[in-house]
């Protein structure tokens, strides 16, 4: 396969192209990743008008077939972007329970071309195996006027927020963790990542891309994007502004994994932010909670990676984003030569740091718990480069639309010493700024 690229002259923001791509060929099956993960966010990709798309959905049917690792396996070489849900558990570990959920397990399409935007440069390249289509491309960015392309993107959107009761939310939660802390208490689990979900209804008609636009003006992330999914009656798309990279295998078969665990808020008194901050990376229970994390995903990468290769070069470092502090670690293996990046995903899924500890006991427990499908939250966003690399995020700062309806989501790591009124201010942090970048 020989990939052309076509650097171009003319320098436009992302979101006006991606604004512009989606007006002239509809929004069907755009996708866009808006930043890399790096930190300063290098790259951002946009793929529109998929050559083919691979979907799955009803995990009640464990067939081979529907089995998303399987059909992850197939896919032909090329440049490929999508989802996949937290309950494709359900295909590793049948025997588990896993809550069932409406929006596709497996949503993946290839794209040909694609346009990649360096945030450093400042400089747009076209890549793909048609040489007429990176001309057709060329010629609609060339033309696109951003003035007019900037009036067109709809800020006055409106929502219903009156279905979000923070007090019900917050003692619900509360009770949920208490709950978690006695499984822990009598030595089932050893720790567990409890979420909530609260739900968001459209006024009127949007698209997708409009109401990302409006979240990313807010709560730009390493890790943020959109993949739209809107064709036959269906009507979904997922939006992340999450900071979290989940596994990532570079040309050379070299993996990484960058857990966070441990948040706290942002604060606009430098003095008070420094002081979190601090809290923050001398917690003994944040920190405990990491490592164990930490040791865990270790373990899942050993399943796939050479032995003696994985370290961790990084543990408890702090980062920080627009709204909270976190703890984030790094681990490093090397990939063994007969296994692929779907065996390293399989190997690795659901994330540890949005499970628990010991796993499937957690996942079941979990289940017994929250008592609805998390769906793409606590899911990943996949991208396959041309030449085989692979990444992918953990999506924990996440909203999922559902024809008019908005699912965000929020959670928080519980260990045995953890307060549930802490826990629940934790919980606050990070749901208000999803729920208030809407508004």
């Keep these: 396969m020989e990939i052309k690229k076509k650097k171009l002259s003319k320098w436009i923001d992302p979101e006006l192209i991606a604004n512009h791509f989606a007006l002239k060929f509809g929004d069907h099956g755009l996708s866009w990743l808006d ?4 930190n300063n966010g290098q790259w951002s990709i946009l793929g529109v008008k998929p050559k083919e798309i691979i979907c799955s959905r009803d995990i009640n049917n464990l067939n081979i077939e ?3 690792f399987f059909k992850l396996k197939k896919i032909n070489k090329g440049f490929w972007i999508g989802w996949l849900n937290y309950e494709a558990g359900a295909y590793i570990e049948p025997k588990n329970p896993w809550n069932d959920n409406e929006i596709s397990t497996l949503w993946i399409a290839s794209y040909d071309p694609i346009i990649k935007f360096n945030l450093v440069s400042n400089e747009i390249i076209l890549e793909g195996t048609n040489s007429a289509e ?8 060339f033309n696109i006027d951003a003035k007019k392309e900037k009036s067109s993107i709809r800020n ?3 929502f219903n927020f009156s279905k979000i009761d923070l007090k019900k939310i917050s003692n619900q939660f509360q009770k949920n963790i208490l709950k978690v802390k006695h499984l822990i208490s009598i030595g089932d689990i050893f720790q567990a990542n409890l979420t909530t979900q609260c739900e968001v209804e459209a006024l009127e008609p949007y698209s997708s891309l409009s109401i990302y636009s409006k979240i990313r003006s807010k709560l730009q992330a390493p890790f943020g994007g959109i993949i739209i999914n809107n064709s036959n009656g269906t009507n979904e798309a997922v939006l992340s502004t999450s900071p979290e990279r989940f596994l990532k295998i570079d040309k050379e078969g070299y993996v990484e994994s960058r857990p966070i665990k441990g948040t706290r808020s942002r604060h606009q ?6 002081l979190n901050a601090i809290d923050l990376i001398t917690n003994e229970k944040d920190r405990a909670e990491n490592i164990m994390i930490v040791d865990l995903l270790r373990n899942d990468l050993s399943k796939v990676c050479e032995i003696g290769s994985i370290g961790v070069p990084e543990i408890l470092k702090l980062e920080s984003y627009v709204k909270v502090h976190h703890l984030t670690s790094v681990i490093r293996g090397k990939l063994k030569n007969d296994k692929t990046w779907v065996d390293l995903l399989t190997a690795c899924w659901p994330g540890g740091s949005i499970t628990g500890a010991p796993k499937l006991r957690s996942c079941q427990r979990l289940y017994e718990i929250e008592k609805y499908g998390r769906g793409p939250y606590c899911g990943s966003f996949l991208k396959i480069d041309w030449n085989g690399e692979f990444d992918s995020n953990i999506l924990i700062r996440s909203f999922v639309i559902n024809n008019k309806t908005i699912n965000i989501s929020a959670g928080c790591g519980i260990v045995s010493d953890s307060d549930p009124h802490d826990e629940t201010e934790e919980l606050k942090w990070k749901l208000l700024p999803l729920i208030d970048s809407l508004k």
Aim: proline share 4%; net charge negative.
């Design 66 to 68: 529907n089995n998303p």
């Design 269 to 274: 008194d430098l003095n008070q932010d420094a």
């Design 156 to 158: 006055n959107l409106k």
């Design 134 to 141: 990176l001309v057709e491309y060329e010629n609609i960015i």
């Design 35 to 38: 930043s890399d993960g790096k």
